[in-house]
């Protein structure tokens, strides 16, 4: 399993970024996608995770009401849609893909995510 992201980039504090995430390498399911972010010096963190069948979402604190989560279930596409950027959202953005049910209190934790992607670089400017 490969996931493929896009979408990162240089953007002036207040702009817009949109990252996907596509899974490929064969046909198969799984449970839940989410969206992680490590700042140089600091430790990865979550952003935001996603459920196939339900959709249902999760937010970190930091990001609620600026980010939003969806998926496009024909296209086996996450999409990361990101607003009102600011500075301390600069950061590698990993997606992370969970095949097994996991509960929410697990979803926030990249421990349990068992394929990741390359990453995408977002840079927000003051």
């Known amino acids: 399993v490969q996931l493929v992201e896009s979408g990162g980039g240089l953007v002036p504090a207040g702009g817009s970024l949109r990252l996907s995430c596509a899974p490929s390498g064969g046909t198969f399911s799984w449970y839940a996608i989410a969206w992680f972010r490590q700042a140089p010096g600091k430790v990865r963190e979550f952003v935001a995770t996603i459920t196939w069948n339900a959709g249902t979402t999760y937010y970190a604190d930091s990001v609620k009401g600026r980010f939003t989560i969806s998926r496009d279930n024909a296209k086996n596409t996450v999409y990361l849609q990101m607003n009102s950027l600011k500075p301390e959202d600069t950061a590698d953005y990993y997606c992370?893909?969970?095949?097994?049910?996991?509960?929410?209190?697990?979803?926030?934790?990249?421990?349990?995510?068992?394929?990741w992607g390359q990453g995408t670089q977002v840079t927000v400017s003051s």
């Open positions: 992370a893909l969970e095949r097994s049910p996991a509960t929410p209190g697990l979803l926030v934790s990249s421990r349990i995510y068992d394929y």
